[in-house]
């Protein structure tokens, strides 16, 4: 069966509905054991995206930003689709004491990525590790502006 996922794009997104859209579209074509880097600064609308994803993933919600508790998972609707675990480390980045990375493995998501799609707030550069098949996604807010770029790439071993 051939791969149709969208391997890589820019969207432009002037409404937060656009954002949830383009989400929608890519949580549709994930599977267990992906994992999602969502990248940018803050008020980008990384959660606004992993809303969108949740939804075209089917799961429970509501998606909020895990900031204060590290990671939420939400189960699936239907038996034969994957949950979705949402991670958010930022609050880990302003601690200079945290290893991050004994932080993200402390969470054992990579255990849970045969049942799961793993979606990290802030994990640029440790997320990948989880899995072979990750897709990341950054977005920029434009200055003075409500609108937004998103690009994605999946990356493949």
């Not at 434009?142 to 609108?147: L, M, N």
Request: glycine share 8%; no cysteine; aromatic share 4%.
């Amino acid at each position: 069966m051939a791969d149709t996922r969208m391997d890589s794009g820019t969207a432009e997104l002037p409404t937060p509905e656009d954002t949830i859209s383009l989400g929608v579209r890519l949580g549709e074509q994930l599977r267990a054991g992906d994992v999602v880097v969502l990248s940018g600064p803050l008020g980008a609308g990384k959660t606004a995206l992993a809303k969108g994803i949740a939804i075209g993933m089917d799961v429970d919600g509501p998606v909020t930003s895990p900031t204060f508790v590290l990671a939420r998972v939400h189960n699936a609707r239907r038996h034969e689709h994957p949950a979705m675990i949402h991670v958010d480390i930022y609050r880990l980045l302003d601690d200079d004491r945290a290893d991050l990375l004994a932080e993200l493995d402390s969470l054992d998501l990579d255990t849970d990525l045969e049942d799961a799609v793993v979606v990290v707030e802030w994990g640029e550069g440790l997320a990948e590790r989880l899995s072979d098949n990750h897709l990341d996604i950054t977005l920029q807010r434009r200055p003075d502006s409500e609108t937004r770029t998103a690009t994605w790439q999946w990356n493949r071993r």
